[in-house]
Every structure is written in C-alpha cells, then in structure tokens.
C-alpha cells in the first residue's frame, strides 16, 4: 500500500512555491563537487520525486537554471538564489528537489550519503547513515 504525502516548499523570499504529492523513498545528502560548490556547503540533500507529483504553486516565472554538467541542470530563485531543484537528462521523469526548500518537518526516509569518494576532504561523516562512494543504482533493502 502506497501513502501519499503532501509536500509543501518554498525559496527564501517566497516568490518561488511548489507541492508535492507522492510518498518519499529516496532521501540522499550528496557530496559531489557540483552539489557542494551550488549549495555553498559539504553537501547538498535532495529527495527524489516523480516530476507529475510536482506542482509549482507560485512564481514559476522566477527560476532560472543553468547547467552543471552535460546532464544535469539546476533550478534555483533568481531573486534570492534558493535551490529548488536538480533534475538529471538520463532520468527525466525524476526531479531531485533541495531538502532544505521544504517546508516544516516532513517525514522522510532514512537518508544516504552519496558521493563520498568525492567529499570535502575538510568534511568528516558522524553518522550511522549508509555511505556509497558514487552513487548507488538502487536503495533498495537497505
């Protein structure tokens, strides 16, 4: 049995609102240089959603994106340059969007560490969360 949730987000200054209707399964805190350097931080952490189960609810005409990589574009606030979202050309009916954006304390599955061979080397890992080198091509069972 499949449960929905409702999601709900939003940027820093609010211009940018979205939903999300769908049960969570994937929850990751990427190390990788590109989420690093765009999230200014030693990770960024993304759920993984189906892009029909989200919906913007305002300001859609204030994203920009730009390209990280070949594949992969990111979506981000051009008033105040929250990141919204990641989405990845060889997967595109998935949305990777910014934990951080959510709204209140949604319920979210256990997350991964991905892309620590590629961590910041000033960065060290103090949890019990499950940890791949690169990334994983299923969380399945774990």
Same mark, same amino acid.
């Given at each position: 049995?499949?449960?929905?949730? #409702?999601? /709900?987000? !939003?940027?820093?200054?609010k =211009?940018?609102?979205?939903e999300?209707?769908?049960?969570? @399964? +994937?929850?990751?805190?990427?190390?990788? $240089?590109?989420?690093?350097? *765009?999230?200014?931080?030693?990770?960024?952490?993304?759920?993984?959603?189906?892009?029909?189960?989200? #919906?913007? !609810?305002?300001?859609?005409?204030?994203? @920009? $994106?730009?390209?990280?990589?070949e594949?992969? &574009?990111?979506?981000?606030?051009?008033?105040?340059?929250?990141?919204?979202?990641?989405?990845?050309?060889?997967?595109?009916? /998935? +949305? +990777?969007?910014?934990?951080?954006?959510? *709204?209140?304390?949604? #319920?979210?599955? @256990?997350?991964?560490?991905?892309?620590?061979?590629?961590?910041?080397?000033?960065?060290?890992? !103090?949890? !019990?969360? &499950? &940890?791949? @080198? %690169?990334?994983? %091509? *299923?969380? =399945?069972?774990?």
């Amino acid at each position: 049995m499949q449960i929905m949730v #409702k999601l /709900k987000g !939003n940027c820093e200054c609010k =211009k940018v609102s979205f939903e999300i209707n769908q049960e969570i @399964k +994937y929850f990751s805190h990427c190390h990788c $240089s590109q989420c690093r350097r *765009s999230h200014g931080s030693a990770f960024g952490s993304f759920i993984e959603v189906d892009s029909s189960s989200f #919906k913007y !609810n305002s300001g859609k005409k204030n994203i @920009k $994106s730009y390209s990280s990589s070949e594949l992969c &574009k990111r979506l981000f606030c051009e008033n105040c340059g929250s990141n919204i979202m990641f989405f990845d050309g060889s997967k595109p009916d /998935k +949305y +990777y969007v910014s934990v951080g954006a959510l *709204s209140g304390n949604p #319920k979210l599955p @256990k997350a991964h560490h991905v892309f620590v061979g590629s961590m910041a080397s000033w960065f060290e890992i !103090n949890d !019990n969360l &499950k &940890k791949h @080198k %690169t990334l994983p %091509t *299923s969380f =399945k069972n774990e």
